[in-house]
């Protein structure tokens, strides 16, 4: 089946500094990536969608500035905390499809994030 | 609005059957998906029906899904240790970007 890869699986990083998320799609081409939030105990929150070639669409509440969505290619997304703050420590997940509503979404393993 | 609501917890006994109930209200659902997450772990896609669909059967999983209560429950069959995880339904959207809302989650604990 297809697999996604996300990487790394935890990371811990000092409070200011930017921590890069990546997701890629091997054995497909992912025309559409997802980009989810779950904080303990909670339910998955979409953040963002995003196109490969085409600027990302964030959902109400998630800041651009902050998480930086990058799709280059066909099998690779990026999501990059930038001045990551100890509140954003939380489980991301990411998701791809390649596309069409009968596609289904396949989810990478997830990474966590603690902002010392 | 779009929301999914789902009970919080299940425990049951192993061998017994497990029935994870779960809400929604958005009418323009195209699919309905169960995920399996363990913990520290990403989702784990366990089966999908389609909005036009009754029921669907694949090996232990049983799917119903009444379209006009907007209820949809997944039914686990000899429950096993194995089982205990968080269980999330989700409905898919029939937007551009097909996303998904996620109920909060089922916690399963399946005791010995």
């Known amino acids: 089946g297809a697999v996604v890869s996300q990487h790394p699986s935890w990371v811990i990083c000092k409070s200011g500094t930017s921590v890069k998320i990546e997701c890629r799609s091997l054995?497909?081409?992912?025309?559409?990536m997802f980009w989810y939030r779950q904080f303990p105990k909670q339910s998955l929150m979409l953040m963002a969608t995003?196109?490969?070639?085409?600027?990302?669409?964030?959902e109400q509440g998630v800041e651009k500035d902050k998480f930086l969505i990058n799709h280059a290619s066909l099998t690779l997304s990026t999501l990059t905390v930038t001045s990551a703050h100890p509140e954003d420590s939380s489980f991301y997940i990411c998701?791809?499809?390649?596309?069409?509503?009968?596609?289904?979404?396949?989810f990478g393993s997830g990474t966590q994030l603690s902002v010392l | 609005g779009e929301d999914v609501e789902q009970s919080l917890f299940l425990s049951v006994r192993e061998g017994d059957s497990s029935v994870i109930n779960c809400t929604y209200t958005d009418s323009s659902s195209t699919y309905l998906y169960w995920y399996k997450q363990e913990p520290g772990a990403g989702l784990q896609l366990l089966t999908y029906i389609f909005s036009n669909m009754d029921m669907k059967q694949d090996q232990r999983l049983t799917v119903l899904l009444n379209k006009k209560d907007k209820h949809l429950s997944l039914r686990i069959a000899d429950t096993q240790t194995g089982d205990s995880a968080i269980y999330f339904c989700?409905?898919?959207?029939?937007?551009?970007?097909?996303?998904?809302?996620f109920g909060s989650g089922t916690r399963l604990l399946v005791r010995p």
């Open positions: 054995d497909f081409q992912a025309t559409t």
């Open positions: 998701s791809a499809t390649r596309g069409g509503v009968n596609e289904k979404l396949f």
């Open positions: 989700a409905e898919s959207i029939m937007d551009s970007s097909y996303k998904l809302i």
């Open positions: 995003s196109n490969e070639g085409s600027k990302a669409t964030y």
